[in-house]
């Protein structure tokens, strides 16, 4: 007995059983298998691993987000890479910064809804970024 895997010209598979190489070739040549789902007997055989094939080769919007997921983290990386971690002291770093009682720079860290919102009301600007949470250990 032998298992193959089939395909129509709908690209609808499924498989066909059948007793032999030979057997298939015959029912294939006389049109004799349909597909299940559209009824088409314009069937092929497909390589005998498709299990296989399909794993290295991945649809292509996976890649795509896979790329754009590593170009945030990418982003995230020097964002991080770039401003000084004041952690919890952030709405006071922040708020001395905009009063000129510490040196300008770019800070990160964390702040609670109430804090954003004070800062906010003081004019302060502050930018909210979802972090990944690889990236919130200490990179060095
Ligand atoms: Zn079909």
Redesign the pocket.
């Given at each position: 007995m032998k298992v193959y895997n089939l395909c129509?010209?709908?690209?609808?598979r499924?498989e066909g059983w059948f007793s032999s190489e030979e057997d298939f070739s015959a029912q294939s040549c006389k049109e004799l298998i349909e597909?299940?789902?559209?009824?088409?007997r314009s069937?092929r055989k497909l390589p005998s691993a498709p299990r296989l094939n399909l794993s290295s080769a991945q649809p292509p919007q996976n890649d795509v987000s896979q790329q754009i997921q590593a170009e945030v983290i990418e982003v995230m990386r020097k964002i991080v890479a770039s401003t000084e971690d004041v952690g919890e002291r952030f709405a006071e770093e922040a708020r001395r910064i905009h009063y000129n009682e510490a040196p300008e720079r770019a800070i990160r860290g964390t702040a609670s809804q109430s804090e954003r919102a004070a800062l906010a009301e003081e004019g302060i600007e502050v930018m909210s970024l979802p972090m990944p949470p690889a990236l919130k250990q200490p990179l060095q």
């Open positions: 129509c010209e709908r690209d609808h499924f597909c299940p789902i559209c009824e088409s069937v």
